[in-house]
């Protein structure tokens, strides 16, 4: 098989995927919460709560990891599920007052966190990562939108 020239960008997306997720993971074990946890919370937070499948979608956690995320979650006393005002068959997830305040002192703490990562690249250089990023993303959408439509 021919080698393929964007192979080192895929090693490389992955690669430094892993890194963000192991080097982001400390700090929110020492928080007493998991990654998908944590995640929700982010999620959810300056929110009036969102739908479950809206949820999923933008956590990128699965629906059945999903559900028993935030079903700990609710055990926690951090989300609620409350019935949809719109949609009998569906259900808003919310963070509870408890949930609100731990979001308000935990996601600070996690980008000072995520800001030591950071600090070793140069504005110019973050500018470049977005950019590139949002045009591989665009790609994907792109291809994803190409391959829908046949």
Do not use: C
């Not at 400390?26 to 944590?38: G, V």
């Not at 479950?52 to 079903?71: F, P, R, S």
């Not at 995520?114 to 949002?134: D, G, K």
């Amino acid at each position: 098989m021919p080698h393929a020239p964007f192979l080192p960008v895929l090693r490389e997306l992955a690669e430094a995927y892993q890194a963000f997720e192991a080097y982001s993971s400390i700090h929110i074990r020492s928080l007493d919460l998991t990654p998908p946890q944590f995640d929700i919370i982010a999620t959810l937070g300056n929110t009036p709560g969102m739908p479950l499948k809206e949820l999923g979608e933008k956590t990128l956690i699965t629906k059945g990891t999903l559900t028993g995320v935030v079903d700990r979650l609710t055990d926690k006393k951090l989300v609620q599920r409350i019935a949809s005002p719109s949609d009998g068959r569906s259900q808003i997830v919310q963070l509870t007052s408890q949930g609100e305040a731990l979001f308000a002192r935990v996601f600070p703490e996690h980008l000072a966190y995520m800001a030591l990562a950071f600090s070793e690249l140069s504005p110019q250089e973050l500018v470049s990562i977005e950019t590139s990023l949002s045009r591989l993303r665009g790609a994907f959408q792109a291809a994803r939108a190409g391959k829908e439509q046949a």
